[in-house]
């Protein structure tokens, strides 16, 4: 047996890394998903956990959470998944399906994962559940490489 280490575990660590400080680098200067009480609470190459919990002051007329607090808690797992390779990405467009309403007091995660990456370009998929497990929102995003790294 040798006592080499395993060189694709070795790959897989050095990603994970540049996964997590991509990540913590850009949330850093995301003043907007950071004032929303948002929280990136797991991330890896090409995919993002992020929680948010809904408020008093997050909801519209009907009391329910306003869509555009959804859609911007997907956009922002989309944006750290398509931003952990340390590259500097940006959205080229997205869309979202509203399925149920959120409320007051609950807590919403997205959880965004990459389906297809080239060498500029990705798309991604973002699922938004509350804390029931309720599916809330499905969100598609497609990524576009602006050129050089996150961490600065």
């Known amino acids: 047996m040798s006592n080499k280490a395993d060189p694709q575990a070795n790959q897989q660590a050095s990603q994970q890394s540049i996964a997590e400080h991509a990540v913590a680098a850009l949330y850093q200067r995301d003043r907007a998903s950071q004032q929303l009480g948002m929280r990136v609470t797991e991330c890896r190459p090409g995919f993002a956990r992020v929680v948010m919990k809904i408020t008093g002051d997050m909801v519209n007329g009907h009391q329910v959470c306003h869509g555009g607090l959804v859609f ?14 340390d590259r500097s990405t940006v959205a080229a467009s997205a869309t979202i399906e509203f399925l149920g309403p959120a409320r007051a007091g609950d807590e919403l995660t997205a959880v965004a994962s990459e389906r297809w990456r080239s060498r500029r370009s990705g798309i991604y998929e973002i ?8 599916t809330i929102a499905l969100f598609r995003g497609r990524s576009h490489e602006v050129g050089g790294p996150v961490v600065t």
């Open 72 to 85: 911007t808690l997907a956009d922002s797992a989309f944006a750290f998944a398509c931003n952990s390779h």
């Open 127 to 134: 699922e938004v559940t509350n804390q029931r497990g309720e």
